[in-house]
């Protein structure tokens, strides 16, 4: 079926001033040392990220022990543990921490409540690499709460002095009502309120909200493992309008696209914008004409330097 259609683009989008900071270090490194470079994980949640620093000589593995000794290493953006870190010395690696500055802070507050004997809450979703690096800075086991209803169920000792983190691409709603319930449970409890939530994991959902207002179908650009895409998503969903998380244009079903009027097209913060280029293109060819509107958000400014420094 073919027809005139609105398609709407949410602004901002895309990388983030972490994602383009570390998939800039991976390159750099390559271009002065050559390859090859190892990365440990995914150096941020993308296949066609990861794909295209593969062809320039980045190798991916899950493990230091993949790794031949003495090698250059990158960390994620995601960050990694203490123990990782010093495996990575036992094993003779040069590394270099490609870890978002924002998740680091969040390692910093980690630590600062370790050291001045608070018992640690982190908000976050289990297993995801930033929540596994976080709880590997320090020897405290931490409390992990994913959702309210263990909000709700949290047993805490009166005596105890508690504070919380979080893992930086939550949803600001469900942080916004697990904070409020521990600070019911506790109203000593200690923690930065929401600004763990990094900048542009607030501007890209706050554009999505807007962008569901217009829309009768969303399609949310990223992996499916990327935690921020899936906050997209489910922040339209809980707006009764349809939504789709596709990893890329070939994902799209054309049965989705017959009775629509309007779409609206956005991406996860470690999707680069030819993700978006493909998808118009795509929507593009699908339908008669189409008419692309921009919306306005939030201008991001903010820039984190790449640093060149193995050590």
Same mark, same amino acid.
């Given at each position: 079926?073919?027809?005139? /259609?609105?398609? +709407? ?21 390559? &271009?002065?040392y050559g390859p090859p470079i ?5 150096i941020v949640h993308n296949k066609?990220?990861?794909? !295209? ?10 493990? #230091?022990?993949? /790794? ?19 495996? *990575? ?13 924002? $998740?680091?802070? $969040?390692?910093? &507050?980690?630590? @600062? +409540? ?7 809450? #982190?908000? =976050?979703?289990?297993?995801?690499? !930033?929540?596994?690096?976080?709880? =590997? &800075? ?12 263990? *909000? ?5 000792? @009166? ?14 709603? %469900? ?12 109203? %000593? ?10 900048? *542009? ?15 009768? #179908? ?11 895409? &899936? ?12 939504? +789709? ?5 070939? !994902? ?5 696209? %017959? ?18 280029? !493909?998808?118009?293109?795509? #929507?593009?060819? +699908? ?25």
């Amino acid at each position: 079926m073919k027809k005139i /259609i609105n398609i +709407y683009l949410a602004s901002p989008r895309g990388f983030c001033a972490g994602v383009k900071r570390a998939i800039e270090i991976v390159e750099l490194a390559l &271009q002065k040392y050559g390859p090859p470079i190892y990365v440990r994980h995914e150096i941020v949640h993308n296949k066609r990220v990861v794909q !295209e620093l593969s062809k320039k000589g980045a190798v991916f593995v899950e493990e #230091l022990e993949e /790794i031949p000794l003495g090698s250059r290493v990158i960390f994620s953006a995601h960050g990694v543990s203490k123990k990782i870190k010093k495996v *990575a010395k036992d094993y003779k690696h040069l590394t270099l921490d490609a870890t978002c500055p924002l $998740v680091s802070k $969040v390692h910093k &507050q980690t630590e @600062k +409540y370790f050291n001045k004997d608070y018992k640690i809450i #982190l908000i =976050g979703h289990k297993g995801h690499p !930033e929540v596994v690096g976080i709880q =590997g &800075q320090i020897s405290q086991e931490l409390i992990l709460i994913q959702n309210e209803e263990e *909000a709700n169920k949290l047993q805490l000792d @009166k005596k105890d002095k508690v504070a919380y983190v979080t893992q930086t691409t939550l949803s600001l709603d %469900d942080t916004k009502n697990i904070i409020e319930i521990l600070k019911r449970k506790n109203p %000593d409890i200690e923690g930065p309120e929401l600004d763990d939530i990094c900048y *542009a994991t607030q501007n890209r959902q706050e554009a999505v909200n807007e962008l569901a207002n217009k829309c009768d #179908l969303v399609l949310v650009i990223g992996s499916e493992n990327s935690s921020n895409t &899936q906050r997209l998503a489910e922040i339209v969903k809980k707006k009764q309008v349809v939504v +789709y998380r596709i990893a890329n244009a070939n !994902e799209i079903k054309k049965k989705w696209l %017959d009775t629509v009027q309007n779409i609206g097209i956005t991406a996860g913060a470690s999707s680069p914008e030819v993700l978006i280029k !493909e998808t118009l293109d795509f #929507l593009k060819g +699908y339908f008669e004409d189409v008419k692309i509107t921009t919306m306005q958000g939030v201008e991001e400014k903010t820039v984190f330097k790449p640093l060149l420094n193995f050590s």
